[in-house]
């Protein structure tokens, strides 16, 4: 089955968000580090996840991924397809695949960030298979 675009919902944009909001209208992906523990994490805030400390910092992500599971939901209008990936700095998203035939995924397909525009011109992060890896579209 084919999927194209992203029919998403406008995100809900916070003073702790906005850093990651206007780096995605500039098409870059952020995750946060944190200095303490030095874990990654997604989506960026912050205060760590892992250690609660306060002292996060924001990173560009290099945009290549691969799928570490996925689901097609075909019974969605339109249909679309959800995706747990993994970024190749090691930090895990879940987000949308567009722009592929579903029957051609697999899991670890080699993935990249797009920016898809939703209502008002937010752009979201979302991935699609990487041409460069030999993956049919």
Known sequence: MRIDGAHL????????TNVFWDAAN???????KCSECTKPHYYPRKVCPFCFSTDVTFVKASGRANIYAFSLFNKGRPPYISAW??????VAIITNIIDCESDLLKIGTPIKVVFSSVE??????????????NFIK
């Open 9 to 16: 919902r406008v995100p809900v944009r916070t003073p702790e």
């Open 26 to 32: 500039e098409e870059s992906l952020l995750y946060a």
């Open 85 to 90: 990936v993994m970024l190749e700095e090691g």
């Open 120 to 133: 008002g011109g937010q752009k979201i992060p979302v991935f699609t298979p990487r041409l460069d890896e």
